[in-house]
C-alpha cells in the first residue's frame, strides 16, 4: 500500500533552514504529484507546495522564494527546503499524494521556529 514517511523536522532559529524529506513507496513515485502541506496549532491544514510528476513547482504566497520544493524519482523522494525561516512556520508538515480517488497523507514532522 502506499507509504508517505516524512523526516528532518526540527527547532530551528528564526532565519535559519531546514530540509525536509518524504520517502514514499507503494506505488509508481515518478508518475504523480506530490505535495507539502502544513498544519499550526489550531490552524486548518494550509497547502504549501507542488511538484507535478513533469518536475514543475508551485508555491503558496506565504513561503514563495524561501521555499522549494524538489524531487528525486530515483530515490522515490520529495524534499522541502526551507529558507528564512519564520516563528509562522511554525507547523507539523506533511507529505501529500493522490491518484484522484484515494489521498495518501504521511504521518508529518514537525518544524518549530523560535529563539
Known amino acids: 500500500q502506499v507509504q508517505l514517511v516524512e523526516s528532518g523536522g526540527g527547532l530551528v532559529q528564526p532565519g535559519g533552514s531546514l530540509r525536509l524529506s518524504c520517502a514514499a513507496s507503494?506505488?509508481?513515485?515518478?508518475?504523480?504529484?506530490m505535495r507539502w502541506y502544513r498544519q499550526a496549532p489550531g490552524k486548518e491544514r494550509e497547502w504549501v507546495a507542488i511538484?507535478?510528476?513533469?518536475?514543475?513547482?508551485n508555491y503558496a504566497d506565504s513561503v514563495k522564494g524561501r521555499f522549494t520544493i524538489s524531487r528525486d524519482n530515483g530515490k522515490n523522494t520529495v524534499y522541502l527546503q526551507m529558507s528564512s525561516l519564520k516563528p509562522e512556520d511554525t507547523a507539523e508538515y506533511y507529505c501529500?499524494?493522490?491518484?484522484?480517488?484515494?489521498?495518501?497523507w504521511g504521518q508529518g514532522t514537525q518544524v518549530t521556529v523560535s529563539s
Open positions: 507503494g506505488f509508481i513515485f515518478s508518475s504523480y504529484d
Open positions: 511538484i507535478t510528476k513533469s518536475g514543475s513547482t
Open positions: 501529500y499524494r493522490t491518484n484522484g480517488f484515494i489521498s495518501s
